[in-house]
């Protein structure tokens, strides 16, 4: 076998193996975690773990394209995730367009940081259709341990708090104004290993320290 | 056994689990994801022609099926009732289709599927409710056009429908719609909460359990977060209230609770019973009487003669 030959054959084994093992079932437990966590932002949900993605690409950023992603969902990747093997894993698993522009995207999928573009760049939807919008997959190092936001909104019994580190910077900001353009917005899913909260766009996220004392904190 | 009937009783094979295809089930769950983020607002999908006739429910079919897991246990409810054909034949279709656990217990259920009521005993954040949704546009019948009504919601239009409720007012002296009365969720759309009789719009204001709306025919899913407000229309003058019945459930005695009722005889005789029959029943078990719930009794003197 010829080096170019040896090499292909690898790259063809990184692409085809890696699914889901039970993908039936797996993508139902997957999605009723996205969905509760959809419905209870700042959850914590678990997703299934029996992947094995080619690197770059996280784990838990894998296990939605799995349940989410087809011929149907336009998916743009950050330049850190466009590797040959995460878009030859991707065209076999989802087999998802992916595009050049995040505003053309129905899913994202970025790292928190430099390579995540502003959230104004991605498609919030149209006033008739706020549903046409782009959910962002956001891989942060960690849910729990940085500093603690403010959630309220729907889903929330009163206020939630969420202590996720490596968010962007000025992700306060950039989530109140995706809030003001409701019902447009796009819809947040920060996600780090195997755990996923969402911050849909009904959700009003603030500094907990701009609020009220530090006691609410151990709600 | 025809060979077909025993194909689909003995080979799972020919089907994918829950029925539906994968790609099938993604769509909808998509939609399902964005009905929750945008409370109220009906996202379009790509409804599925189901193995059962429009109007029995293909719609909540379709969102049960994509959402449903092994480890689900699943109650069907029809107008609160768990014996009705609809709600036996949706059973039984998601026992053979998902091989799920079924009950009739409302505190057992994980998924709830409901025609037209939602159960008496309040609901938990471990439960999702999925309605079976006839024609999911509040404004369709004061405006055919789906452009129109489209526009309506984008630009937060709701002065007919609060029309529509004052004309109610100017002819009958009060609010005269009393099921699928709308109602305004988070502040912001108005929605159609399926025909479930307006005693039930209460309970879907910070209701703990996830609620999902699927139509069928008009290829609709919306969705309720838990803990969001969803306030029932009304006037400051005219506020919105709930039936009220005179008497208690004949069989449970239970008061506030929403009863049917039940024609006897050709002489007006009449009962109301409980239209929740899990909650009925359980009252029952716990030894709650009715003035008519002596049929035991009356039973086992007929056997004896």
Known sequence: ?219 | MTGQAQDIAGGMAAYNFAYLDEQTKRMIRRAILKGIAIPGYQVPFASREMPMPYGWGTGGVQVTASIIGRDDTLKVIDQGADDTTNAVSIRAFFQKVADVAVTTRTREASVIQTRHRIPEEPLTASQVLVYQVPIPEPLRFLEPRETETRKMHALEEYGLMHVKLYEDIARHGHIATTYAYPVLVDDRYVMDPSPTPKFDNPKMDMCEALQLFGAGREKRIYAIPPYTRVVSLDFEDHPFEVQRFEEPCALCAARDVYLDEVILDDKGGRMFVCSDTDHCEERRAAGHRGHLAAEEAYATTEAAQ
């Open chain 1, 1 to 219: 076998m010829t080096h170019a030959a040896q090499s292909a054959a690898s790259m063809s084994a990184v692409c085809v193996e890696g699914g889901f093992a039970d993908p039936v079932i797996e993508a139902q437990v997957a999605f009723r975690a996205l969905m509760d966590a959809m419905a209870r932002p700042g959850s914590l949900c678990d997703l299934p773990g029996s992947l094995a993605p080619p690197a770059p690409l996280p784990e838990g950023l894998a296990a939605i394209a799995l349940t989410l992603c087809d011929p149907d969902t336009p998916v743009w990747l950050a330049s850190v995730y466009d590797t040959p093997e995460v878009r030859g894993w991707l065209a076999f698993h989802c087999a998802c367009p992916l595009v050049v522009e995040p505003a053309q995207s129905a899913f994202a999928f970025a790292p928190a940081g430099a390579e995540c573009p502003p959230l104004t760049a991605f498609n919030s939807g149209t006033q008739e259709y706020p549903d046409r919008s782009t959910t962002l997959l956001l891989a942060v190092e960690a849910l729990t341990g940085g500093a603690p936001l403010h959630l309220e909104g729907p889903g929330i019994r009163s206020r939630e708090t969420l202590a996720a580190v490596g968010l962007p910077e000025g992700f306060v900001a950039e989530r109140a104004e995706n809030r003001a353009l409701f019902p447009r917005g796009g819809d947040l899913l920060l996600v780090a290993g195997l755990k996923v909260c969402a911050l849909p766009r009904t959700t009003r996220v603030t500094a907990a320290s701009a609020g009220m004392s530090t006691d609410e904190g151990a709600e």
